[in-house]
């Protein structure tokens, strides 16, 4: 007979999720919310501990085991316009990653088990969390090197607006096909708060501007960049359509290429999750 410690089968579980659940923002370029993926995580642990106790075997129906993996997706990544895109590469690398634990288990290893989509191990506690903490490391190492850009990528942005220049690392993005309506031009979308010392001191939207892009407009257009401000339209994966709060700049120059006087779009969150960038624009 198999003794199954509870704490540990919890503690196994929500581990072997909250590093899926990382590997899977971090392939997507995700934001990553730490706590919200915790919960996530530890909902998938909860699933795991309440198979073991009598009369749930249920369970362990297809549906429940979809319907626990949707939770857990939308606890972690539930605010991200890319819902849909997040989900597809979790359960591709949940799929190979049981793939992997079962293909080790066929050569005679024993370290970790997968059954009925849950994962056991026989290992001390101890050697759990340290396995861990090595294959936290080893993705964090291998994510970040697959996530670095080549110099060809990243270029530096600088955008005028009167007198006033704020430069930016911009990444030139062949699936950024963000233009303005009007002029079907290209767009430059930065990250917000990048762009404090472009606007004088009061005159530029604050936070609450940038998340809420259609009274921060109302409440801007009558001050001195009121010409100069935009209501952008996109449309992006899990989102249906939004508004991004945009300036008009006097110039923009890429690299060595100058744009002249494109629309930047004002974006509420960061642009890349690992910080290597603040800024987006399309193919030159």
């Not at 009925?116 to 994962?119: E, R």
């Not at 270029?155 to 704020?166: D, K, M, P, Q, W």
């Not at 472009?198 to 801007?220: N, Q, R, Y």
């Given at each position: 007979m198999t003794v199954v410690y509870i704490d540990e089968l919890f503690l196994l579980n929500l581990t072997v999720n909250y590093l899926l659940l990382l590997s899977a923002g971090k392939l997507a370029g995700e934001r990553l919310r730490r706590l919200w993926l915790g919960a996530g995580a530890a909902l998938g642990g909860l699933y795991a501990a309440a198979v073991c106790f009598p009369g749930m075997?249920?369970?362990?129906?297809?549906?429940?085991?979809?319907?626990?993996?949707?939770?857990?997706?939308?606890?972690?990544?539930?605010?991200?316009?890319?819902?849909?895109?997040?989900?597809?590469?979790?359960?591709?690398?949940?799929?190979?990653?049981g793939g992997g634990v079962f293909a080790i288990a066929l050569l005679g290893g024993r370290g970790l088990t997968l059954k009925?989509?849950?994962?056991y191990s026989g290992m001390d506690l101890r050697l759990i969390l340290l396995s861990a903490a090595g294959c936290y490391t080893l993705l964090t190492l291998v994510f970040r090197r697959g996530a670095v850009h080549t110099?060809?990528?990243?270029?530096?942005?600088?955008?005028?607006?009167?007198?006033?220049?704020?430069?930016?690392?911009?990444?030139?993005?062949?699936?950024?096909?963000?233009?303005?309506?009007?002029?079907?031009?290209?767009?430059?979308v930065a990250e917000g708060r990048?762009?404090?010392?472009?606007?004088?001191?009061?005159?530029?939207?604050?936070?609450?501007?940038?998340?809420?892009?259609?009274?921060?407009?109302?409440?801007?257009?009558?001050g001195a960049l009121g010409r100069r401000l935009r209501l952008l339209p996109y449309r992006a994966v899990g989102v249906e359509c939004g508004f991004l709060l945009a300036v008009r700049a006097d110039s923009v120059r890429v690299g060595g290429e100058e744009l002249g006087d494109l629309l930047v779009a004002l974006s509420p969150t960061p642009v890349s999750d690992g910080g290597n960038c603040t800024a987006l624009i399309g193919a030159l």
């Open positions: 075997g249920f369970l362990l129906h297809p549906l429940c085991k979809l319907a626990v993996g949707v939770a857990m997706l939308l606890l972690a990544y539930g605010r991200s316009p890319r819902l849909l895109r997040v989900s597809l590469v979790f359960f591709g690398v949940s799929a190979a990653f009925n989509g849950i994962f110099p060809r990528e990243l270029r530096t942005a600088v955008v005028r607006l009167g007198e006033r220049t704020v430069s930016l690392v911009t990444l030139v993005d062949t699936g950024h096909t963000l233009t303005d309506p009007v002029s079907g031009r290209m767009v430059l990048k762009l404090e010392d472009l606007f004088p001191p009061g005159s530029g939207p604050d936070p609450w501007a940038l998340t809420h892009p259609v009274e921060g407009m109302e409440k801007l257009s009558q």
